[in-house]
């Protein structure tokens, strides 16, 4: 038995319209009707995924969701939680006020998107993939009560221009330096527990079901794929993938059909 993680938009996505290659599709249905398991592994919320995924009749056996802060296993639900540790919503409440009326602010309850902050960012507003997702009104007290006290706040969102998402990052960093800030999207900051990852996703199924990592395989484009696919020697990215992904994949590849060939399964 086999076990792949893919992350979602841009690998399985590649558009990120929520359409899916027809020869990726069937790639996916023949790897799991050979007895194989199959994982999306996507910083969406299991909602989100769940409904694009049904959409494209993709069949799964587990979604690692909130960028690996929970693990979902089809037919029996969460099974794993990794919460932002209450002793640092302090600090991230300081952040965020500070941030609050420039920048389009929200936090995640385990699997629902709240907002806290909502000016206008044309790019952000203007754009049909993420003004979809991200917050829709200001939100101040009850997103301040909640992060100071809910303890399944899980990941903390910062949208931005493109242009200023490296320094954003890099101020996130500097400010909050006991939690792990990363670039999910070219618009996108999320702020999560340290440990948080795809990879540490992949790693609490193991823990779970006893696989080996030499039968693993991840494939993803993105920076918060890094970590996942550094974990595993059988590991793919896409050619249009973001600066600094290619040095942690084995492959790189147009589509993750392409898998089949390149590690010579017979899926037939």
Known sequence: MKWWFSDYDGTINLQHDDSIDPRDLDFINRWIKNNNAFAIATGRMVSEVQEVLAKNNVPYNYIIC???AMVYEKDKGVIVETPIP??????IIEVLDKLRDKYILGYCLLDQRKDYA???LEEIDSNPFLSKYAPKKN????GK?????????????????????????????????????????????????KDVSKAHGILEIQ?????????????????????????????????????????????????VFEIEDILNFDLT
């Open 118 to 120: 909502k000016p206008y």
């Open 86 to 91: 209450l002793e640092y919503r302090k600090d």
């Open 66 to 68: 909130n960028n690996g």
């Open 139 to 142: 939100n101040y007290e009850i």
């Open 145 to 193: 009560k909640d992060i100071l006290e809910n303890k399944d706040v899980n990941l903390i969102y910062v949208y931005v221009n493109k242009d200023e998402a490296i320094e954003m990052r890099t101020f996130l960093e500097k400010q909050l330096p006991f939690l792990k800030v990363v670039r999910t999207h070219i618009n996108v900051i999320e702020i999560m527990q």
């Open 207 to 255: 823990k779970l079901k006893g696989f080996k990592m030499e039968d693993v395989i991840t494939s993803g484009d993105g920076e918060n794929d890094i970590e996942m696919l550094a974990l595993t020697k059988n590991s793919f990215t896409m050619k249009h993938h973001q600066p600094g992904v290619r040095e942690h994949a084995e492959y790189e590849i147009n589509n």
